[in-house]
């Protein structure tokens, strides 16, 4: 099973981008990613997954346009980038890794059976 590493979280002003990192601990050929958050008292949210082939990628209506995942397998790591953030972003973001088909993307957490600690973003002026 994967060992999954988020980095890159930080504090932002509204508006502005931010770029978190998802790391595995082996290769993440033909292995679905989904980014997730979650906020104090809320349950975890799906926002982004890509497909373990790359091709397919599906967002939450919430982020629709302004965040993007991408994988680098070369890497074994899978980015969100987001941009204009707005203090509603602010969350807890964790990765995880998939059961998917590997041209299939779900944005269900049942799909997902390995994941990360979370990198903090928060969104404030």
């Known amino acids: 099973q994967f060992q999954l590493k988020e980095s890159g979280g930080g504090l932002v002003h509204p508006g502005e981008s931010l770029r978190v990192a998802c790391e595995a601990s082996?290769?993440?050929?033909?292995?679905?990613f989904g980014w997730f958050r979650q906020t104090p008292g809320k349950e975890r949210e799906a926002i982004a997954c890509?497909?373990?082939?790359?091709?397919?990628?599906k967002y939450a209506d919430s982020v629709l346009g302004r965040f993007t995942i991408s994988r680098d397998d070369a890497k074994n790591t899978v980015y969100l980038q987001m941009g204009y953030l707005t203090p509603e972003d602010t969350a807890v973001y964790h990765c995880?890794?998939?059961?998917?088909?590997?041209?299939?993307?779900?944005?269900?957490?049942?799909?997902?059976?390995?994941w990360g600690q979370g990198t903090q973003v928060t969104v404030s002026s």
């Open positions: 995880a890794a998939g059961t998917m088909l590997v041209r299939q993307c779900l944005l269900s957490l049942a799909h997902y059976n390995a």
């Open positions: 082996d290769s993440i050929l033909k292995v679905g």
């Open positions: 890509i497909s373990g082939s790359g091709i397919t990628t």
